[in-house]
């Protein structure tokens, strides 16, 4: 297990784009514990494979360093990094068996033949395959294959780090669930350092513990799920965790006061503002109170989606998204109020300012 340091990473694709400054990955600067289970989750096109190769080394970056443990690794392979790396697809070895698929990275590595048969034998157990050790992989569902793909990584005891690419993109919704418990279980039990890439909130939320959150080539915030909600620091991650995700809407602050359209929003305290920029307000949909007390809003859509209902209002001619219990009644003259403590306020660059 290794701690990572980036340092001041940058890759462009080619030399046409680093002349254009044309970076897929801008500046990454981070180092993650030893151990840790990360989740790097953000937009399709935000870098996040990007990073996950220059982690492993299939990729060079243009720019920084790499290191595990303090060792520059930057120009080593994969496999002299010790990583184990699973893909958005399945990567087996059609003509061999299951348990020859999965014993093939130790025995590569002169593991001794006793060890490998414990090993696979508690892989084929953790990922559902111990009925099928000895088919061919070739008989196999994609399904199947990929938990193959999802073990081989596993199944080494002392790699540095194990890296997972939407690893259950190809996995049916039960087995997902499954696996991914699964994951967390054994990261608690092996503390190896795990980075798990996806686009899915539910997946990063629920595998990782602290999920590092990519836009536009860059790492916009480091946190625990609970962080990213109640404490977003900019306003992607407000928007992008939760769902539906954090209203935001322009406005002007007087002392502890908000000022949207012709509304006035209580804070509970005087925001320490510089210079004279932009204001736009966060409030996540939980913590707007719709009723009879309080501001105006129209209803444009009430949305159920089983235990609650999303209501679509419009605020002061902005969108907002109100999530109310399933059994609420919406009131033929609704009103909102904000709950205080729950309100963001984020500066023209984006950043929270009462963090
Ligand atoms: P996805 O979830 O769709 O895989 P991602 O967040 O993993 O997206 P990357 O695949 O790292 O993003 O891509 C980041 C940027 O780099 C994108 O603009 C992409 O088009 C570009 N890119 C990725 N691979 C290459 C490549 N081999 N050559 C040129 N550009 C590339």
């Known amino acids: 297990m290794a701690r990572i340091t980036l340092e001041h990473i940058r890759h462009a694709y080619s030399e046409k ?3 254009a400054g044309d970076y897929a990955l801008k500046e990454v600067h981070h180092e993650w514990e030893d151990g840790g289970a990360y989740a790097l989750l953000g937009p399709s096109g935000c870098g996040k494979t990007t990073l996950l190769n220059i982690i492993s080394g299939l990729l060079t970056p243009s720019d920084g360093r790499i290191l595990f443990d303090g060792k520059d690794v930057t120009q080593l392979s994969t496999e002299e990094r010790n990583i184990a790396q699973v893909f958005q697809f399945p990567v087996v070895y059609d003509t061999m068996t ?21 090993r696979v034998n508690e892989i084929l157990e953790m990922t559902d395959l111990a009925g099928m050790a000895k088919r061919r992989a070739q008989r196999l569902t994609a399904d199947q294959k990929q938990k193959i793909s999802l073990g081989r990584g596993l199944v080494r005891a002392n790699v540095n780090a194990i890296l997972f690419d939407e690893p259950l993109t ?9 696996l991914r418990s699964q994951l967390k279980r054994l990261h608690r ?7 798990y890439v ?5 997946e990063a939320l629920t595998f990782a513990d602290k999920v590092i959150v990519m836009h536009d080539g860059q790492i916009v915030q480091i946190g625990t799920p609970a962080e990213l ?10 928007y992008f965790i939760g769902s539906p995700g954090m209203n935001i809407m322009p406005a002007a602050i007087d002392g502890a006061t908000a000022r949207v359209g012709d509304q006035s929003i209580a804070l509970s ?7 004279q920029g932009r204001i736009e307000l966060g409030i996540r949909p939980e913590f707007i109170k719709l009723g009879r007390e309080g501001m105006p809003v129209t209803i444009n859509k009430v949305e159920d989606i089983g235990r609650q209902k999303i209501v679509r209002a419009s605020f002061c001619g902005q969108p907002i998204s109100i999530v109310v219990p399933e059994d609420d009644e919406i009131p033929a003259d609704p009103r909102v109020t904000f709950e205080k403590q729950a309100i963001g306020i984020f500066s023209d660059s984006w950043r929270a300012m009462n963090e």
Do not use: Y
């Open 229 to 238: 909600f109640e404490r977003p620091s900019h306003t992607f991650v407000g």
């Open 17 to 19: 784009a680093k002349a």
């Open 170 to 178: 190809v996995i049916d919704p039960h087995m997902k669930w499954v």
């Open 98 to 118: 299951v348990f020859d698929n999965l014993a093939f990275p130790l025995r590569n590595r002169k593991v001794p033949e006793a060890e490998v048969k414990k």
């Open 189 to 195: 039990q092996s503390r190896f350092t795990m980075v």
């Open 198 to 202: 996806t686009h899915d909130q539910t």
């Open 269 to 275: 305290a005087v925001p320490a503002l510089k210079g």
